[in-house]
């Protein structure tokens, strides 16, 4: 018996196959935004052990670095194109407080670490994560208020200024120590300001950038990190200063008030949740970078997915961080900087 549906010729408009057959071809499908080694940044946790070189175990391939370590370890990554590291601070063996005074200590592990590698290495960009939980005692990122809790929560509510006040010192001092980036990435309200200004008045205003965590939402995938850094909350949790996972206008607001307050560059965090973030800060925003953390648990995840055999890992960390590029973002925070420096010299494949 004869069809009886004779399909219609091809409209001109519907022929796309032949626009992206080849590997080149589909290069150039990106609109010049390419992903590139000046892009990624390298997150590296630095411990108070100057001899560590401790595994991670809920970050697979990461370790915990000691400063005499850390040469060694950057030196061929450097020689491979890394041009970008966020530092991170471990202090197993301060003594934390309410303040967090190991934050700013001289001999805190960060501020060792940024001497050492701007001397031994001049022209790797050096950020500086700025943040109280990983050296206050009860492991939040900021001062607490004197007010007793609310009936809601048992958790005391953070004092503004206080912590405003507090970050900016921590931040000034990274900055003398050798940082060409302070990232905040508590939340508090004007912490942006308060450590522009910080900078500003101790001449440090014209050569640091002020790169904000500005919606850093209250998410599941920052576990690893806290196991990593130890700055897991001893009691309540972010919701009250992070941004819920549903507050697209919140985010937008924090986005602007930080651009507002002096930020260099506005960042995103997590990134493949949040890419409708991510697109809204590049819009909003078109005259400062738009960064995006792909973070700890985002990393374990693509990690764990390979390993289950769902896809492979390479093809996967590229299209989690396309998609980024794709959303807006020209700097990308990920544990999978150093495998992408392999990656990005490699021939295109079929
Ligand atoms: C500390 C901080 C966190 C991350 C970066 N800075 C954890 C948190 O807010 O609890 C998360 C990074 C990651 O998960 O890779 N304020
Ligand atoms: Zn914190």
New binding site residues.
């Given amino acids: 018996m004869a069809n009886r549906f004779q399909a219609p010729p091809l409209e001109i408009s519907s022929v796309l196959h032949g626009g992206y057959h080849h590997p080149l071809a589909r290069k150039w499908q990106n609109h010049g935004r390419n992903l590139t080694k000046e892009m990624f940044m390298y997150?590296i946790f630095i411990s108070d052990d100057p001899d560590a070189e401790q595994v991670i175990e809920s970050l697979p391939g990461q370790k915990r670095w000691g400063i005499n370590k850390l040469e060694s370890f950057i030196g061929p990554l450097v020689k491979k194109g890394l041009k970008s590291v966020i530092l991170?601070g471990v202090p197993m063996d301060m003594e934390k407080d309410e303040r967090g005074s190991p934050a700013d200590d001289p001999e805190t592990p960060v501020i060792k670490a940024l001497q050492l590698l701007s001397a031994k290495f001049p022209l790797l960009y050096l950020a500086c994560?700025v943040?109280l939980?990983?050296y206050t005692s009860h492991g939040h990122?900021g001062i607490f208020a004197k007010l007793p809790p609310p009936n809601h929560t048992s958790m005391p509510t953070l004092d503004a200024e206080a912590s405003q006040q507090r970050i900016a010192e921590v931040a000034l001092a990274y900055a003398k120590a050798g940082a060409h980036c302070v990232a905040p990435?508590?939340m508090m309200d004007g912490r942006i300001k308060a450590i522009k200004l910080a900078l500003m008045q101790n001449d440090y205003g014209n050569r640091v950038t002020l790169m904000s965590?500005s919606a850093?939402f209250a998410s599941s995938?920052?576990g690893?990190?806290?196991e990593a850094?130890g700055?897991a909350p001893s009691m309540g949790n972010?919701k009250c200063y992070?941004l819920p996972p549903n507050a697209r206008g919140l985010a937008r607001r924090a986005i602007k008030r930080d651009a507002t307050e002096g930020a260099d560059i506005l960042m995103v965090?997590?990134a493949l949740p949040y890419l409708d973030i991510v697109s809204d800060c590049a819009q909003l925003e078109p005259d400062y970078p738009t960064a995006v953390?792909q973070?700890?648990?985002e990393?374990a995840m693509v990690v764990a997915g390979a390993e289950k055999g769902i896809y492979d890992l390479k093809a996967m960390a590229f299209e989690t961080c396309e998609s980024f590029v794709r959303a807006g973002a020209s700097i990308i925070l990920s544990?999978f900087t150093p495998q992408f420096l392999d990656w990005l010299d490699e021939e295109l494949t079929e």
């Fill in positions: 997150p991170f994560d943040c939980c990983e990122c990435s508590d965590y850093k995938l920052y690893p990190f806290r850094a700055s972010r992070q965090k997590p953390y973070v700890s648990g990393y544990y």
